[in-house]
C-alpha cells in the first residue's frame, strides 16, 4: 500500500509563489509518474504536472513557464514549485502516484489534498 502526505499549501497573494511537497511511503517501484491534480469548487479534477521515473515531464498548458516539477527518487518525493500564482490558480491540490503493478496493471494513489488559495 502507498500513502501520499502533501504538504505546503496556504494563502498567498497574486504573483506570489508556493512549493508543494508530497512524499511517498511503501513501494512505488522503479515505472511510476508522481504528480499533482488540481480541484477548484464546482469544477472537475483536472491534470496540472507529472513526472515519470525515468525524468520525462507533463505540464497542462494553463501553467507552463509558472509551475515547476521536480522529484527527489531517494526520497520518493515530488515538488511542484507554483511562481506568479492567479487567482483562477486556487484550488485543492492532490498529489497522484501513477504505479505499474504486478500484471502490467496501472494502479492510482492519492493524497488528502492541500488547499492553495491566490488572493489579495
Known amino acids: 500500500q502507498v500513502q501520499l502526505v502533501e504538504s505546503g499549501g496556504g494563502l498567498v497573494q497574486p504573483g506570489g509563489s508556493l512549493r508543494l511537497s508530497c512524499a511517498a511511503s511503501g513501494s512505488i517501484g522503479s515505472n511510476n509518474a508522481l504528480g499533482w491534480y488540481r480541484q477548484a469548487p464546482g469544477k472537475q479534477r483536472e491534470s496540472v504536472a507529472r513526472m515519470f521515473s525515468g525524468g520525462f515531464t507533463m505540464y497542462a498548458d494553463f501553467v507552463k513557464g509558472r509551475f515547476t516539477i521536480s522529484r527527489d527518487n531517494a526520497k520518493n518525493t515530488v515538488y511542484l514549485q507554483m511562481n506568479s500564482l492567479k487567482p483562477e490558480d486556487t484550488a485543492v491540490y492532490y498529489c497522484?502516484?501513477?504505479?505499474?503493478?504486478?500484471?502490467?496493471?496501472?494502479?492510482?494513489?492519492w493524497g488528502q489534498g492541500t488547499q492553495v488559495t491566490v488572493s489579495s
Open positions: 497522484n502516484a501513477h504505479i505499474l503493478a504486478v500484471g502490467g496493471r496501472w494502479d492510482d494513489y
